[in-house]
């Protein structure tokens, strides 16, 4: 039997019905986190994969710090790397029995929001900023105290009209949702007395970025839903005049409470929103005996307009693990920010340990575009992308595949027959792991190639043993 016959056999999941015309993607990056660009696939499962912890970078370990640091962002400034984190004790958080020898928790604090940097995102430094005071002494990074500093939420604003003094604009406010702005992001002013958003439970890390392709502002934030903690969505033109929040929409996913949920649009594939919330399973008890109810872990999910989410992956993303400390009731959170931190693979960073005074920031790392995998066992199986019109003559490939693994392709007409060249036949058995595999997909005849450009294309994958993160058409 054929391989051909061997995936005949295997049933085919029709992921949508034919759309009403073709996909116009230009070069953007196509990540298989979602089915937006999958038509069917036979024998291939999207598969999300499992951070890979880097270590401790960050510690909680300052009078100004304490157990109760928290709700972070972070975000590649040209060459340097900031982070913003909120620094806070609270001793009576901390179950004092469950200390180590020397172990000492901060005196209480009020709580204020931290400013810490890197050259690349993987050592971190804490500058002495002079700019506030904390007990009578200026030598620390704290950038911002009082209203706000508990949720204190920065971006780099990437939108083409902000003045100089405003290329930083931040989010905070527990109760209501407050604006910032800052010509260098470390020196914040309010930009105006009256919040921006009132319609939300606040007391979380609510997030705000500038849209490129709606060339708007826009804001993801928590609110109440029948007890249950979910999320809205608003936008602006000019980050002070918000639209109505929209509730949203998971589909069919069982309710859950989403504590925070860290938004980003994707660095490579901005059309994309990457979002890591904090799963609060209020009800358990942990088992570390602390003061408060509730265990905490990340789930992954994506959205293309910040409405509605893709839920399909209900395990979590980054579980508590063996570590008893990580078994509490808000710990385990990603700060807001998907960074690269070599050619090959990008950073997030998990604030861990919440409560004790050990409490600190855990790098992990995922290869480039490595949320999730489309992939195939050793049996082989297939993916049709959707119809679409393909404006370049390359294609590149972000793969891996086992040393007998395979991939394969045929590019195919709007009759769904392979183009003249094109075929499976003559395809290249692709094998490895590369980040960026260029493939060039012109037909032979030149009389093909206007062709192909002219009118929509599929794409058949065949994979064997093989994960498939992205593909790009350059």
């Known amino acids: 039997m054929t391989r051909r016959e061997l995936l005949a056999a295997i049933p085919l999941v029709a992921v949508r019905a034919a759309s009403h015309g073709p996909l116009r993607i230009g070069d953007d990056l196509q990540l298989f986190v979602d089915d937006y660009f999958i038509e069917s696939m036979r024998g291939v499962s999207l598969v999300p994969q499992t951070p890979v912890s880097a270590g401790r970078v960050v510690e909680f370990d300052q009078p100004w710090e304490g157990n109760v640091s928290l709700y972070g962002t972070v975000f590649q400034d040209g060459a340097k790397y900031r982070m913003y984190y909120r620094g806070w004790s609270l001793p009576e958080y901390t179950n004092r029995g469950l200390l180590k020898p020397g172990e000492v928790v901060h005196p209480k604090n009020d ?15 804490k500058p002495e900023l002079a700019l506030k005071e904390f007990n009578g002494s200026t030598r620390n990074n704290v950038i911002w105290l009082g209203e706000g500093s508990h949720n204190f939420a920065p971006f780099l604003d990437t939108n083409p009209a902000a003045p100089a003094s405003e290329r930083y604009k931040a989010v905070g406010g527990s109760r209501q949702l407050y604006a910032w702005r800052s010509a260098d992001g470390i020196r914040w002013e309010l930009i105006r007395k009256e919040p921006i958003l009132t319609d939300g439970a606040f007391d979380s890390l609510n997030v705000a970025f500038y849209d490129t392709r709606l060339q708007r502002y826009v804001a993801i934030y928590r609110d109440f839903r029948q007890g249950v903690r979910t ?54 008890t942990p088992p570390s005996g602390q003061p408060l109810s509730g265990i905490s872990e990340t789930v992954f999910m994506t959205s293309r307009d910040g409405v509605r989410w893709d839920r399909r992956f209900m395990e979590a ?45 855990e790098r992990m790392t995922l290869r480039t575009d490595g949320f999730v995998a489309a992939r195939a ?98």
Request: glycine share 8%; hydrophobic share 35%.
């Open 111 to 125: 709580g204020q929001t931290c400013y810490a940097e890197s050259d690349d995102g993987i050592r971190w430094t």
């Open 231 to 284: 999320l809205k969505r608003a936008e602006s033109a000019d980050f002070l005049q918000w639209s109505p929040g929209v509730w949203a929409d998971y589909g069919g996913a069982p309710k859950e409470q989403l504590y925070t949920n860290a938004t980003t649009p994707y660095f490579r594939a901005p059309q994309i929103y990457v979002a890591f919330p904090k799963r609060f399973v209020n009800w358990r």
């Open 317 to 361: 993303f980054i579980r508590p693990g063996r570590d008893p400390r990580n078994w509490v009731h808000r710990t385990n959170m990603v700060m807001t920010g998907v960074v690269p931190t070599a050619p090959d693979e990008i950073s997030i960073y998990v604030q861990r340990h919440y409560n004790f005074p050990s409490c600190h920031v």
């Open 377 to 474: 066992g050793y049996g082989g199986g297939e993916l049709l992308t959707r119809p679409f019109i393909m404006e370049g003559h390359k294609m590149v490939l972000n793969y891996a595949t086992s040393a007998a693994g395979s991939i394969r392709y045929e590019v195919l007409d709007e009759n769904r027959r392979p183009h003249p060249g094109l075929g499976i036949e003559e395809s290249p058995v692709i094998f490895g792991d590369e980040i960026e595999r260029s493939i060039d997909v012109r037909p032979p005849a030149r009389n093909e190639r206007s062709r192909m450009a002219a009118h929509p294309v599929r794409v058949r994958f065949l994979l064997k043993d093989a994960d498939l993160f992205s593909v790009r058409f350059v």
